[in-house]
């Protein structure tokens, strides 16, 4: 399992992302409790897990390691 601590200007996202038998999961803390997002790539789970934050989702992606969410 990997851990990211997500940041934007003003807060921060904790993400938790394994891959199953070639799937992703991620799951995002949020002030209403942990979201799920699934895909075929790392990318594409997180983005789901991180639907809450609408408008800060690109911010958000922008400080996760590039090794992690590369594709």
């Known amino acids: 399992m990997t851990e990211l601590r997500l940041t934007c200007s003003t807060f921060y996202v904790d993400v938790r992302l394994l891959e199953i038998d070639g799937r992703w999961i991620a ?9 799920l997002g699934l895909g075929e790539r790392a990318i ?9 934050f609408e408008g800060m989702v690109d911010e958000l992606l922008a ?6 969410l590369g594709g």
Do not use: H, M
């Not at 799951?27 to 979201?35: C, E, I, Q, R, V």
């Not at 400080?63 to 992690?68: F, K, L, Q, R, Y």
């Open 27 to 35: 799951s995002a803390d949020t002030a209403d409790g942990p979201t």
């Open 63 to 68: 400080t996760a390691p590039d090794a992690v």
């Open 44 to 52: 594409d789970a997180v983005r789901g897990a991180l639907e809450p």
